[in-house]
């Protein structure tokens, strides 16, 4: 039989000082408490909602949910900061971060990641239309990372690779793809990607955050050349 969520609201607030005493303790996993309380994924998320609002506990994605009130430096979602994130910002936090993800990748490569990175360049010189050359750079900046075999690397260019994905970003880089159209793509930006593997390939760190540096300055001329142009 299905509980209600108010019987199993009661319980959990019982239970609070058993599996989480103190502020900051994280609580059990969902599957745990689901079993224990005997209830749904959705009765419990409406759960944790109404006690997120009270705040006796709070949430954060990918980590846990935890006793307590919210830290006060703590966004309430780190989707926010994203969906906030205008093109400038974005650029900005790229080349404060590509470039030396790029020197890692120098420090790290194997002979199989150069063929892999020299794969998604061929990749990017092949692209025909934006959604293409979209999808060949973002492959491409992804696997400058994943060659960094460095998982905190990774996941911020993953990070930042999904506002890449948002309206902000689209609506820029639709406007200055129309004014570059593939051509340029396919030739200056695939030529940059090329010298970027060139200088991973000799293990050459500071050849390889140059060029990356010069690569994303490009890009970020493109775009405030289309925002004078128009």
Request: glycine share 4%; proline share 4%.
């Amino acid at each position: 039989m299905r509980r209600r969520t108010d019987d199993v609201l009661a319980d959990l607030r019982q239970m609070l000082d058993q599996i989480a005493p103190l502020s900051g303790d994280r609580l059990p996993a969902e599957r745990s408490l689901r079993d224990t309380l005997q209830c749904s994924r959705e009765t419990l998320r409406s759960c944790y909602a109404v006690l997120e609002a009270e705040g006796a506990i709070w949430r954060r994605v990918g980590q846990g949910t935890f006793r307590g009130t919210r830290p006060a430096h703590m966004p309430v979602r780190e989707h926010l900061l994203v969906e906030g994130a205008t093109p400038p910002d974005l650029m900005r936090a790229r080349l404060l971060l590509e470039p030396q993800v790029a020197a890692e990748a120098a420090r790290q490569a194997q002979t199989s990641d150069i063929d892999h990175l020299r794969q998604k360049v061929a990749e990017g010189r092949a692209a025909h239309d934006r959604a293409l050359c979209e999808q060949a750079d973002d492959a491409f900046h992804r696997a400058v990372a994943e060659t960094s075999r460095n998982p905190v690397l990774i996941g911020f260019l993953v990070y930042l690779s999904s506002a890449r994905r948002r309206i902000a970003w689209q609506r820029e880089w639709d406007r200055t793809y129309r004014r570059i159209a593939p051509n340029e793509f396919q030739t200056l930006h695939s030529d940059q990607h090329g010298a970027i593997v060139d200088a991973i390939a000799k293990a050459d760190s500071e050849a390889a955050e140059t060029a990356m540096r010069l690569h994303l300055e490009t890009i970020t001329a493109a775009m405030v050349q289309t925002d004078s142009a128009e």
